[in-house]
């Protein structure tokens, strides 16, 4: 004959098995009665003859209140799915409670506390450093509890056995706001195309379409009268700009229908501009000229602020922010007639910090990670990472050139570009050996940059000489 479901032994559900109607009911409960919903908690245990906790619970918890400690070991001696470990570490923690009550009544409860102490606890399966613990505190009283703290201690003592006991003894709280998150997570992390943390909804199952990700052209920027190398959107997102092989940059403004319209043209430079970057907080850009000097400018007003290669008086071939907006850092290989170096100057143009020599790469790019604490710079054939505060460094080695470096928004991991038509995924620690590789784009003759996107930052995309842009499912990250 077949058990009823409500008799069944407590073991936890089997992978492909559909939740037990009891265990369900007890999660529902539970959440009702955390959300405050007592009435409708009591209805639904009603109904369905399953209590939130069972037998066993109650009467452990009467028990121990009553301070029936036979009764309280007796039940926990009767309870299913348990392993003796817990199972000695839960009797140990009700023959602790007694052992310290009875301190606690002074000589008349010493000769009965020691005879707990040898008959109920040493014989327990238990760190031998416990039991020690107790011999002493025979003498010295420590732990003992005062018959006015009885009653809280026992509370106490009812919680830890609680946490000892096995998963189906108590409801543990927020479990079924748990199970539903982490189902959520799950959907989330198997979604290839998962581009919009704000629609996820419990009321159906999760999917974004390839739709969510960009592929359409939407507007042609034709301002620039010749090839445009660079272009990035400021941190903010309200503004982009572009650089070019005409000698100018432009910032672009985004409009509310996400249109872009031209702001200011930036002239000034007398080589083609190469790379450009924003300020962390958007009101000042970086354009950097080929062989020549770097200059600020205001994003306000358009006009620049300093010309950078004569303040420092040095050529700067790659530049990048510190978090606080005031201050940046260089490098610079050119001439070739002097030593390579990297340095750090502020918004004046003063040098603060300079790295010089034969051990000093030349480097092609660099970036400083959001917390400020590491310097990233890319060299021929290698990442040069630096600890900033402590002055470690440690490298990691490509066997390829690299082309260019970008850093996700988190500071966490970084892409470079090989000239192997290869895209190398990284971590910034020191734990980083083995990278994960993307393919797809071409890379030949041109230097081509990818950059992090999408929520998360999970997924790449890629510039290619096969006028493609390649955001490609395969750059889902695998995190």
């Known amino acids: 004959m077949d058990q009823p479901e409500s008799s069944l032994p407590h073991a936890a559900v089997q992978k492909g098995q559909t939740p037990r109607r009891e265990e369900l009911v007890r999660l529902i409960a539970q959440s009702l009665y955390s959300l405050g919903y007592r009435k409708a908690a009591a209805t639904l245990e009603a109904e369905s003859g399953v209590p939130l906790y ?73 760190d031998r450093r416990c039991v020690h613990w107790l011999a002493r505190a025979v003498v010295t009283s420590e732990g003992a509890v005062a018959p006015e703290a009885v009653a809280e201690c026992r509370i106490g003592l009812f919680l830890d056995l609680v ?34 943390p704000d629609e996820v909804t419990l009321f159906e199952d999760h999917k974004c379409h390839e739709e969510q990700i960009p592929s359409d052209c939407t507007q042609i920027l034709c301002a620039h009268k010749n090839e445009v ?11 982009l700009a572009s650089s070019s092989s005409d000698c100018t940059a432009i910032i672009w403004k985004v409009e509310e229908d996400d249109t872009l319209t031209k702001k200011y043209c930036l002239e000034g430079h007398k080589s083609p501009i190469s790379f450009v970057a924003w300020s962390p907080n958007d009101r000042m850009l970086l354009t950097c000229g080929n062989g020549e000097s770097l200059k600020l400018w205001n994003v306000d007003t358009g006009e620049c602020n300093l010309k950078f290669g004569a303040a420092v008086k040095h050529i700067i071939a790659s530049c990048a922010w510190f978090p606080n907006s005031e201050k940046i850092v260089c490098a610079s290989s050119e001439p070739e007639s002097s030593p390579n170096m990297i340095f750090t100057c502020d918004l004046e143009g003063q040098e603060l910090e300079m790295w010089a020599g034969e051990r000093i790469p030349k ?17 021929p054939n290698e990442i040069w990472i630096r600890e900033l505060r402590k002055g470690r460094e440690w490298k990691i080695p490509e066997r390829q050139t690299i082309s260019s470096l970008s850093l996700s928004g988190d500071g966490q991991s970084m892409i470079v570009n090989l000239n192997s038509q290869e895209i190398h995924l990284w971590k910034t620690n020191e734990s980083s050996r083995v990278p994960d590789k993307f393919k797809g784009h071409k890379q030949g003759k041109f230097v081509i940059r990818s950059c992090f996107g999408g929520s998360d930052y999970h997924f790449i995309a890629s510039g290619s000489e096969d006028s493609q842009v390649h955001p490609l499912e395969e750059f889902n990250l695998p995190f």
């Open 363 to 379: 480097v092609s790019d660099l970036a400083v990670t959001p917390d400020g604490k590491h310097l990233i710079c890319v060299c």
């Open 54 to 126: 069972p037998p066993e619970h109650d009467r452990l918890l009467l028990d121990v209140m009553s301070g029936r400690w036979d009764a309280c070991a007796a039940t926990i001696d009767s309870l299913t799915g348990i392993t003796e470990r817990n199972r000695a570490v839960a009797e140990f923690l009700v023959w602790r409670g007694h052992f310290l009550e009875l301190l606690g009544t002074g000589d008349a409860g010493l000769r009965l506390a020691t005879e707990v102490l040898s008959r109920r606890i040493a014989p327990l399966a238990i």
């Open 229 to 239: 190398w660079f272009v990035r959107f400021s941190n903010d997102g309200n503004y």
């Open 163 to 196: 946490e000892a006991l096995p998963p189906w003894f108590r409801v543990p709280s927020g479990r079924l706001e748990h199970l539903v998150e982490t189902a959520v997570i799950q959907q989330v992390a198997s979604c290839i195309y998962h581009n919009l």
